[in-house]
Nanobody, 119 residues
Framework: QVQVVESGGGLVQAGGSLRLSCAAS????????MGWYRQTPGKQRELVAT???????NYADSVKGRFTISRDNAKNTVYLQMNSLKPEDTADYYC?????????????WGQGTQVTVSS
């Protein structure tokens, strides 16, 4: 079992910055990809950014140029630097750790951290 723990959410004014951190507990297991997703009430969870163990990144169009995802493979830790925040970035942010074993995908989720951007 892999536990995923996020930290770093909070309240910030529009135009400000926040940095989210996420650690996957099992450093003895290889995590193939890690990422951040967000969700607001009544809406589906959406991808924000992902990064593979090889460093390939993927971003939602809405955050490109403002958010940067990075990863420390040795620590199974991923970071999300969020700059130029907008009120529409307000959401619960969830960290995901993904392991691929053969044809099976194992997804592990954190409990979420709240980000509120005031206008």
């Amino acid at each position: 079992q892999v536990q995923v723990v996020e930290s770093g959410g909070g309240l910030v004014q529009a135009g400000g910055s926040l940095r989210l951190s996420c650690a996957a507990s099992r450093s003895d297991l290889s995590i193939d990809a890690m990422g951040w997703y967000r969700q607001t009430p009544g809406k589906q969870r959406e991808l924000v950014a992902t990064i593979t163990s090889g460093g390939s990144t993927n971003y939602a169009d809405s955050v490109k140029g403002r958010f940067t995802i990075s990863r420390d493979n040795a620590k199974n830790t991923v970071y999300l630097q969020m700059n130029s925040l907008k009120p529409e970035d307000t959401a619960d942010y969830y960290c995901n750790a993904r392991r691929i074993y053969g044809n099976t995908i194992y997804d592990y989720w954190g409990q979420g951290t709240q980000v509120t951007v005031s206008s």
